[in-house]
């Protein structure tokens, strides 16, 4: 006797089609409107072995790479794989795949336009793109602007300067006779970073300061504000710095900032 099979559901076909796509449970889901426990039922009706992530990872990566093989844009290969215009660029760079003759093209513009003395906003009106699509470019290129470059010595110098000045206890004009920079700046870098509040309000600082010139220890001021040890030697570091230290009080040496 013929047994006769049943039919599959739109449910059932339309799983089985986003399940060859080799996308996650989650964005299964999300694509059928279903919960993960409905698609972890269609995965035991089917007798089929959930995929791990890196397997998806690595079949997203083949789909693109043969995408890429059949001389599709980023552009429909997004429409697709159902990716973001820039995510199918980062994994194309992640994977090694060469860029379009598009952005090569276009990025050669660039680079002209700029040798001949156009800065970027210029740029940017003269091929109709974005500021950002040009700053890109130009980071590509290794033509990032100064101001780019700016961003990053002032990141590691401020890394320094919280080295100095939490870790080795060290003084505004000291940093900036080490690093060979102006104290106005070192002081800059500290407001920047809000080390040296240490995360404090104006009035707590104002207690810690009082009791400090009172004549304190550092033990009894932890215990009347309720403040760590290290806050307290941050305002005191400050107070030194400021020369309002009362006569023959030490500052903290050697502490470590928590927020660091």
């Given amino acids: 006797m013929r047994v006769k099979r049943k039919k599959l559901t739109k449910k059932q076909k339309a799983f089985l089609a986003v399940h060859a796509l080799g996308l996650r449970q989650t964005d299964m889901a999300k694509r059928l409107g279903v919960s993960r426990q409905r698609i972890h039922?269609?995965?035991v009706h089917f007798g089929l072995e959930p995929t791990t992530a890196q397997e998806i990872f690595q079949h997203r990566m083949d789909e693109l790479a043969r995408l890429v093989g059949e001389g599709l844009t980023n552009q429909e290969i997004g429409k697709r794989m159902d990716m973001e215009l820039g995510q199918v660029g980062h994994y194309r760079r992640v994977i090694g795949l060469p860029?379009?003759?598009?952005?090569?093209?276009?990025?050669?513009r660039v680079r002209q336009l700029l040798e001949k003395g156009l800065n970027a906003k210029e740029v940017a009106s003269?091929?109709?793109?974005?500021?950002?699509?040009?700053?890109?470019?130009?980071?590509?290129?290794?033509?990032?602007?100064?101001?780019?470059?700016?961003?990053?010595?002032g990141a590691k110098r401020r890394k320094k300067v919280k080295k100095l000045y939490f870790t080795d206890a060290k003084s505004v004009e000291q940093i900036a006779e080490?690093?060979?920079?102006?104290?106005?700046?070192?002081?800059?870098?500290?407001?920047?970073?809000?080390?040296?509040k240490a995360g404090l309000s104006e009035k707590k600082i104002g207690e810690i300061r009082d009791l400090v010139l009172q004549g304190a220890?550092?033990?009894?001021?932890?215990?009347?504000?309720?403040?760590?040890?290290?806050?307290v030697c941050v305002v005191i570091q400050r107070m030194k710095d400021d020369k309002e230290l009362p006569p023959g009080r030490r500052p903290c040496r050697k502490f470590k900032n928590s927020r660091a």
Avoid at 99 to 108: D, F, L, Q, S
Avoid at 178 to 194: A, E, G, N
């Fill in 126 to 153: 003269e091929l109709d793109l974005t500021y950002a699509t040009v700053l890109a470019d130009k980071t590509r290129l290794g033509l990032s602007p100064l101001v780019h470059q700016r961003a990053i010595e």
């Fill in 99 to 108: 860029i379009t003759k598009e952005i090569k093209a276009r990025r050669e």
């Fill in 41 to 43: 039922q269609f995965y």
């Fill in 178 to 196: 080490f690093l060979r920079v102006k104290p106005s700046l070192v002081t800059q870098d500290l407001s920047v970073l809000d080390h040296r």
């Fill in 217 to 231: 220890g550092n033990t009894e001021v932890v215990a009347r504000t309720g403040c760590t040890m290290t806050q």
